[in-house]
């Protein structure tokens, strides 16, 4: 592996974080759908804070643990600098909406025939439209470029795959029956992860290849 690629990939790597602008509108499994799971009245909206919290909670690990988001949301994150090839590390990236540089201190948005999105069903990646070329003199600044994007599966639990959402399901039925129980160690939301949904997550879980995950 050449030194000139890994700085490439450093480069479009360092600093890169992402911000939520736009969170969720909708849970990624309705409350309608875990009281019938669980067996619980639908009229008895008793317990609705305390579903909903058990909800993002498995919704939460099952996104980190398979490096896809669930539901819309719209996201920003940042780059020190153009490269020809960007890796998104949100799945799946369903939109652009911008692309911006810093310049002089004034932010310009790049246009929309100079790249483009790639489909994949890991990370996706912006690529350079053919014979197309970013600015060279974007200002040296850790978060010149600031990419705008859309990851999800739509819109609401009905885009996510049944084996997805059966195994959110799943979670959130073992927390539920085992609520107020002690589980050392599972203060980052596994706790109580059934087999099931375990194996239904590692069906859909993104691995990561090569120097950061980079396919570029």
């Known amino acids: 592996m050449s030194l000139m690629y890994l700085n490439a990939v450093y480069k479009c790597l360092i600093g890169q974080t992402y911000k939520i602008i736009t969170a969720p509108a909708n849970l990624a499994v309705s409350l309608v759908l875990v009281k019938e799971h669980l067996k619980l009245d639908a009229s008895d909206a008793s317990q609705d804070s305390y579903l909903t919290i058990l909800i993002k909670a498995a919704t939460k690990f099952g996104e980190n643990y398979t490096k896809r988001t669930f ?3 719209t996201f920003l994150t940042y780059l020190s600098d153009f490269c020809s090839c960007i890796e998104l590390r949100k799945s799946k990236v369903s939109t652009i909406s911008f692309i ?3 310049k002089d201190e004034v932010l310009t948005t790049v246009d929309t025939d100079i790249y483009y999105l790639t489909d994949e ?3 996706a990646h912006i690529l350079l439209a053919d014979q197309k070329t970013y600015r060279t003199d974007v200002d040296i600044h850790a978060q010149a470029v600031q990419i705008q994007f859309v990851a999800g599966y739509g819109a ?3 885009f996510i795959p049944d084996e997805l959402k059966l195994a959110l399901l799943n979670h959130i039925a073992a927390m539920y029956e085992k609520r107020g129980d002690c589980c050392k160690g599972a203060s980052n939301g596994s706790m109580f992860l059934p087999t ?3 194996d239904a997550y590692d069906q859909f879980r993104i691995e990561d290849i ?3 995950g980079m396919r570029c």
Do not use: P
Request: hydrophobic letters at 20%.
């Open 210 to 212: 090569g120097h950061g």
């Open 100 to 102: 911006k540089y810093l």
């Open 121 to 123: 069903s890991g990370f």
């Open 156 to 158: 609401d639990d009905s």
């Open 71 to 73: 539901i819309n949301t």
């Open 196 to 198: 099931l949904s375990k």
